[in-house]
């Protein structure tokens, strides 16, 4: 008299069949409940769900900033540079200054046309 058991298993799975004297005397299949890993997997996708949204809010506003309003940011960016100016030159800090309040003026001045 043989007895043979076998298992096989798999991820979420066992699964066993029982042959005596080559006949088939039982079988089955066990779901294991793998709860941590379903969560794992579903927070795992939540959150590149949510990064992905994330990104591609943050792409078109960078978009839209440099496309619709390049102007306005190239603007912004020279008046930063004249205000950094009047602190680097110092011989010549109230010609930047100056420079550098005309661009604010401007900037708030498109902003509200904007």
Known sequence: ????????LGINSIGWVLV???????????????????????FRRKYQRGLAKI????????RTLFTKNYRLTLLSILTFVLFLFSFIFFEYWQLFLNLGIGGLISILSVEKKV
Do not use: T
Request: glycine share 6%; net charge positive; proline share 0%.
């Open 1 to 8: 008299m043989c007895k043979y058991l076998g298992l096989d």
């Open 20 to 42: 005596d004297n080559q006949e088939l005397k039982s079988y089955g299949v066990r779901r294991i409940k793998s709860s941590q890993r379903l969560e794992k997997r579903n």
């Open 55 to 62: 990104k591609k809010a943050f792409s078109s506003k960078l």
